[in-house]
């Protein structure tokens, strides 16, 4: 069974940092595109940053642009979502997904941004 299991989420100050891991089990993934996504209170889930299975391509949403990091370790089979300068805006629960038609999701875990 193909897992995504999220982690690193939490309660944070403006201003602060996070780092999300995102393991993956019972499947590689280094062939794979990875990505996150985000779902704020009140609206529909919106992609953030996305990376080709090479790690050559990254790509993310503008709202994140400078911000966040996206990076893997294929080894690790693991995908990271550092995130920088924190704003209330981001609070959110992120997603893990993978694949090339993001078939696999993880379950989310929660960042809270306080003002």
């Known amino acids: 069974q193909v897992q995504l299991v999220e982690s690193g989420g939490g309660l944070v100050q403006t201003g602060g940092s996070l780092r999300l891991s995102c393991a993956a089990y019972g499947r590689t993934f280094s062939s794979d595109r990875m990505g996150w996504f985000r779902r704020a209170p009140g609206k529909e889930r919106a992609f953030v940053a996305g990376?080709?299975?090479?790690?050559?391509?990254?790509w993310y949403a503008d709202s994140v642009l400078g911000r966040f990091t996206i990076s893997r370790d294929d080894v690790k089979n693991t995908v990271y979502l550092q995130m920088n300068s924190l704003k209330p805006e981001d609070t959110a629960v992120y997603y893990c997904a993978g694949g090339d038609r993001w078939h696999y999701w993880g379950q989310g875990t929660q960042v809270t941004v306080s003002s």
């Open positions: 990376i080709t299975g090479s790690g050559i391509s990254r």
